[in-house]
């Protein structure tokens, strides 16, 4: 065994293998470990500048032990390279090693099992396996949005790789008081198991991974994002209502629904004009035909104190007028074999290569002229994993490298694309992207995720909470969903207007209240039999809120107003993730550590500090048990005073989302 103290950290190597643990962040290291020469000059997620902390460094003088301590977190080597982790002296991760090297212990077996290994794929890199040993009675958070009930991921297998309405960011929070972040954005697979837990990357050239340490969930979000980026201050007009449907055809069917609400004395923050308002994919324009003047629209709707969002895709038609160009400078994806299309949704289409700094240019240009000057305020970076025909991940290839090494990336980069092109206008701060996907770093481009195209059922519901909790865990302060899912059969249906209600109240308290939705059926005739345009494609039912009977439509205004009384809260908590990271929507073990049945409850959360949410999530459901930890709550609807510690059953019909306030 070799070592030697390098720059901040410490330096071993061990049968042709290279390992460098350095001190990264605030009782934090990064580790890497490579078969090449030298290590690769990617931080990856690792973005942000931080200072060096004061380390020590210890290097036993028969060279069969070395550590490295930064504050609380120490590092140990042992004489075949195995590492352990420790917080304050306790033992909180070790790696998995089961192979006899002479002495009789746990990890002495004859399995030839090793932590870090590397197979070689021909001609090319590795397919990287890391392996840890599992802690019993450990729980495991984050890792981004998965469409699954689970909010603690210890027993579950997890792709990582982007797909609609699946975003992998491979930070986890551990109930043993670390977070570890896998800096590696190629596809693979984590699996939390119970007797191992195992990181693998199809292909890479190195291990990197970065681990925390620190005494609660916030703290270790926080070192977090100290190293990936925070997100900027949430623009403070957005708070409110965002009116969006599948999908406004006509400049005159957004202003005709704008003009409606403000007849009905309803302000809209925002409005949200859909896919398919272009000409072809790829144009990157509004179809002139539908809509002739999209300045005097903006106009328009600014007037009346809306903010206008439109769609962007990263799909380009063979038949766009700006294909020739984009294929000529190789500005677009890239497949290994077969036809070069790798989309196929109402046309040949390719998809921009943004982890090319050329490409990005290119499509904010565009954007810039054909939206941004006519005053359009944010943009919709709609199928940003990118959505393929096929995730065949190893057919495609980018300017940073194979799929395979790099897709996870892509949509930070997609982000990363306005961002640069808007602050190059002058524009800092109030910046905001609603963005299908994203990775690790992503919130310090404005990216507000949401939750893509999930069904309309009350199974799908109960996945949101899950999968918003765990991305506030993950670094995303800034979620949304779809009010009432995107896919609707019929929207006459009561079960899915009860749902609709439901899902509207959740959304109530989430960083974001967005009404969208594909509603069915689709019986509305296209604007043109051509095939192409912005009148041939297909739309959905009416989704404003009058759309769902007077009823209805009192309750969502009922909530609408609570939710301009929260304006000012909001803002306190877009500050607050601003400087520390800290999510809006909160598992309730966030907010209390110390309460052993907070770690326990996955069905409801906490916006915020202040006010505990319990989401109805069953259909015809009127009751539901909630539990209150240790202190003052005060029932929002009635006023009512109740001593924490206990778990209480309320009253829940459809006009009522238990919500508690802490005082």
Not at 226 to 246: I, Y
């Amino acid at each position: 065994m070799y070592f030697e103290k390098k720059q901040n950290g410490l330096l071993f190597k061990h049968q042709g293998e290279t390992i460098f643990l350095e001190a990264w962040g605030k009782d934090s290291l990064r580790v890497r470990s490579t078969r090449y020469a030298a290590f690769t000059d990617k931080d990856w997620a690792l973005s942000e500048p931080v200072e060096q902390p004061k380390i020590q460094i210890e290097i036993a003088e028969d060279k069969n032990f070395a550590s490295i301590i930064n504050g609380r977190l120490r590092a140990e080597v042992n004489c075949v390279g195995i590492l352990s982790f420790y917080r304050d002296d306790k033992l909180i991760l070790r790696e998995y090693y089961r192979s006899y090297y002479g002495t009789i212990s746990k990890e002495s077996q004859c399995l030839k099992l090793i932590a870090r290994n590397y197979k070689p794929i021909v001609g090319g890199d590795y397919t990287l396996t890391m392996r840890f040993e599992s802690n019993d009675g450990e729980k495991i958070f984050g890792m981004g949005q998965y469409q699954q009930p689970y909010l603690d991921l210890k027993g579950c297998v997890l792709e990582l790789a982007q797909r609609n309405s699946q975003v992998s960011i491979p930070f986890a929070v551990s109930s043993l008081g670390y977070g570890f972040l896998w800096n590696n954005p190629g596809v693979g697979s984590v699996s939390f198991g119970k007797n191992y837990t195992e990181w693998v990357a199809q292909a890479s050239k190195q291990i990197d991974y970065w681990i925390t340490v620190a005494e609660s969930p916030r703290e270790i979000v926080e070192n977090y994002t100290a190293v990936t980026g925070r997100a900027p201050l949430l623009p403070t007009d957005v708070l409110g209502l965002w009116q969006c449907k599948l999908r406004y055809r006509t400049q005159e069917e957004v202003l005709s629904v704008a003009r409606k609400y403000k007849e009905l004395g309803i302000h809209i923050d925002v409005i949200v004009i859909d896919f398919f308002h272009w000409t072809r994919q790829g144009d990157w324009h509004f179809d002139p035909e539908y809509w002739p003047d999209p300045k005097a629209m903006v106009d328009e709707l600014h007037s009346m104190g809306t903010k206008v969002v439109v769609s962007v895709w990263p799909s380009v038609d063979r038949k766009s007028e700006n294909f020739e160009e984009m294929y000529e400078r190789g500005l677009l994806m890239r497949s290994e074999r077969g036809t070069i299309e790798c989309y196929d949704f109402q046309g040949d289409c390719l998809i921009i290569d943004v982890t090319n700094p050329e490409a990005r240019e290119f499509i904010w240009e565009k954007c810039k002229k054909n939206y941004y000057d006519y005053g359009i305020d944010m943009f919709w970076l709609d199928n940003a994993e990118p959505d393929m025909a096929v995730y065949d991940f190893d057919n495609y290839r980018y300017y940073l490298g194979t799929a395979l090494e790099v897709s996870n990336i892509y949509p930070l980069l997609y982000a990363k694309s306005f961002t640069d092109g808007i602050k190059a206008e002058g524009r800092t701060g109030d910046m905001l992207h609603l963005v299908r996907s994203g990775w690790a770093g992503s919130q310090k481009y404005g990216t507000l995720i949401w939750s893509g195209d999930v069904p309309s059922t009350f199974e799908s519901l109960r996945d949101q909470l899950s999968a918003g909790l765990n991305m506030g865990l993950a670094g995303i302060p800034w979620w949304t969903t779809d009010i009432g899912g995107f896919m609707t059969d019929d929207v006459n249906d009561p079960a899915f207007r009860e749902l609709l209600i439901r899902w509207y109240e959740f959304a109530v308290f989430t960083p974001v209240l967005r009404m969208h939705g594909d509603r069915g059926p689709h019986n509305i005739p296209p604007l043109s039999d051509k095939d192409y345009g912005g009148g041939y494609l297909y739309t959905g039912q009416p989704n404003e809120l009058w759309s769902y009977g007077e009823d209805n439509m009192k309750i969502m205004l009922d909530y609408l107003k609570i939710r301009e009384e929260l304006k000012p809260y909001i803002e306190a908590l877009s500050k607050e993730a601003h400087e520390t990271g800290a999510p809006f929507m909160r598992t309730m073990f966030y907010e209390f550590p110390q309460d052993a049945k907070c770690w326990e409850c996955d069905d409801q959360y906490m916006f915020g500090s202040k006010y505990l949410v319990a989401p109805v999530l069953q259909l015809g459901a009127t009751r539901r048990e909630v539990y209150l930890p240790t202190g003052n709550w005060k029932n929002i609807h009635t006023g009512e005073m109740t001593q924490g510690g206990q778990t209480i059953c309320v009253d829940a019909p459809l006009e009522i989302i238990p919500v508690f306030e802490r005082v």
